[in-house]
């Protein structure tokens, strides 16, 4: 990629289908860690890709979740998320192939997955972003979009690291030590 000029017409944003897995598994193993993403990625209920040519160079995946749900994830955290969002969009994760890095494919993804997210009726996001030493591996973007940095989360992922034994980039073999900013979103 590095003589080639990227344009936003040369990206197609996509749905996630299952002979897509191997490629969406590959970029998820060299961003965010090994085992990251299965098939099971294919029961959330919104999966892009976007595809440059016919090669997959980056996925978003997302689920609809209730408040319950919420509390789990953010733990003894709090929110202020009114009642009324009986269905709440939870970005699960947005990740591009490091060779396409900076051409603005996770904003297309983004963008989508809300649009997709507003389609559906759901009216609240909320995503986390990965603490890697002092960076944040959404912050940018997730800043960018409107989204509200609300707090850290020590050791989010070392859960579900363990439960489905997925290595990271940072911290190799479970369990994942590494923290998590919560970002939010209002969709209306």
Partial sequence: MA????EKKDITIIPMEESM?????????????????????LNNDINL?????????????????????????????????NDKYKKIGYIDSIA?????????????????????????????????????????????LAIKEGFKEEFIIENFWKEDSIKFNFGCTTCG???CLCSAIIYTKELE
């Avoid at 003589?3 to 990227?6: A, D, R, S, T």
């Avoid at 440059?52 to 998320?81: C, G, P, Q, R, W």
């Avoid at 983004?110 to 909320?126: V, W």
Wanted: a positive charge.
């Fill in 3 to 6: 003589n080639k000029q990227l």
């Fill in 21 to 41: 897995i191997n490629e969406v598994a590959q970029i998820a193993s060299m961003t965010l860690g090994s085992s990251f993403v299965n098939e099971d990625i």
């Fill in 49 to 81: 890709c976007a595809k440059i040519d016919e090669k997959i160079v980056a996925y978003a995946t997302s689920k609809f979740i209730d408040l319950d749900y919420l509390k789990k994830i953010i733990k003894n955290k709090k929110i202020n998320v």
């Fill in 96 to 140: 591009v192939h490091e060779n396409y890095s900076g051409y603005g494919i996770g904003t297309l993804l983004l963008k989508n997955t809300i649009s997709k997210l507003k389609e559906n009726d759901i009216k609240f996001a909320i995503m986390a972003g990965w603490k890697n030493k002092e960076q944040v591996n959404i912050r940018g």
């Fill in 173 to 175: 073999k479970p369990p």
